[in-house]
């Protein structure tokens, strides 16, 4: 996908509006620049491999090639090296999606066959698991059941500033990467993680008393259709 980006932004405008009539043709979107195409991309995951391809082979990537010039991964020695070094090495999942679009099955199958593989690579009993993007939306009870019965998970980060997790959850910070010249963003992190807080006791009671409501009026007025729970 990244590729595709980089390749993307390299075309000129006869180049792209060729690219793009192709685009048409294939997938039925109309694409008028190169920030629209960057949204279109992004949307793809792991599962539409083959789609990502064809968008490949459209631009003229060889990902082979790339791959066997480039060398842009680190090889298992390197890897072990750094953590026989001393550097923690951690596993980040095995396709990098977004996890709040997958099944519990496939949350708890990403996390923990990553870490098997590093945990397997360094030679270590357990690593720790980063999540791609972040854990929003994920229950924090599948994920406790999935830390005590995978020993080789060691614990998780997150990446949710000062905000209070349980203890299995770390969050990772980019501590002291400024967004304003020379200011620390630990206080806006910290701001952020009140400001949540305290969003979370105003709006709770609120949603609390929706949901209350939603049922009690599910309950008068039967739905024609079977009741479906989300997986
Ligand atoms: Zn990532």
């Known amino acids: 996908m990244s590729l595709c980006i980089d390749e993307s932004l390299k075309l000129n405008t006869t180049q792209f509006a060729e690219f793009t009539k192709t685009l048409k043709l294939r997938w039925q979107i109309e694409i008028q620049n190169t920030i629209q195409f960057l949204k279109w991309i992004k949307k793809f995951n792991r599962l539409q491999e083959n789609e990502i391809d064809e968008v490949m082979s459209l631009l003229g990537i060889d990902c082979r090639k790339f791959l066997e010039e480039q060398t842009p991964y680190m090889t298992t020695k390197e890897i072990k090296q750094l953590a026989d070094d001393g550097f923690v090495v951690g596993a980040h999942s095995l396709g990098h999606d977004r996890f709040s679009l997958l099944s519990k099955t496939e949350v708890e199958r990403e996390i923990v066959e990553s870490c098997s593989i590093i945990a ?64 620390s963003n630990i206080s806006q992190l910290l701001f952020q993680a009140y400001k949540t807080e305290a969003r979370k006791k105003i709006v709770s ?17 039967p739905l024609s259709q079977p009741f479906q729970t989300s997986k």
């Open 205 to 221: 009671p609120f949603q609390f008393k929706k949901a209350k409501k939603e049922s009690t009026c599910k309950k008068e007025q």
């Open 120 to 183: 397997k690579m360094i030679e270590v009993e357990s690593v720790p698991f980063a999540f791609p993007f972040s854990a929003n939306e994920l229950s924090r009870q599948h994920l406790k059941e999935i830390y005590q019965r995978n020993p080789q998970v060691s614990f998780l980060f997150d990446r949710n500033g000062f905000q209070p997790e349980p203890e299995f959850i770390v969050q990772r910070i980019i501590a002291d990467a400024p967004t304003q010249e020379k200011q």
